[in-house]
């Protein structure tokens, strides 16, 4: 049981960090933004089904072992390469 609270926990601050509206972004309910890149930021307004996907949840886990939860952008931001994200979300909406 206490190797499930560190994860619950994890969620709880990416579900509340993807929640925010950043910067007045417009997004449709049930979506999420998303800011993705690695010098500079390209936010995308994914669904949040895909939050449940194995290889979205393992991004995740790794984005928050490297970098944490803090971000200055009050979003999901994730550090790395647009086509790989573009790619994961591609095999997410399968």
């Known amino acids: 049981m206490g190797i499930q609270a560190p994860r619950i926990f ?6 509340n960090r993807i929640l925010e509206n950043p910067q007045g972004t417009d ?3 049930g979506h999420c933004a998303v800011h993705v890149g690695e ?3 390209k936010i995308y307004v994914k ?3 895909y939050l449940n996907h194995p290889s979205f949840c393992h991004l995740l ?3 928050g072992e490297e970098f944490g939860f ?3 952008m009050g979003a999901l931001t994730i550090p790395c390469n647009e086509e790989i994200f573009i790619n994961l979300c591609n095999l997410c909406s399968l």
Do not use: E, M, Y
């Not at 994890?10 to 579900?15: N, R, V």
């Open 70 to 72: 803090c971000h200055p």
């Open 10 to 15: 994890h969620a709880k601050q990416i579900l």
């Open 39 to 41: 010098t500079s930021w």
């Open 47 to 49: 669904p949040v089904s």
């Open 27 to 29: 997004r449709p309910k």
């Open 61 to 63: 886990h790794q984005v």
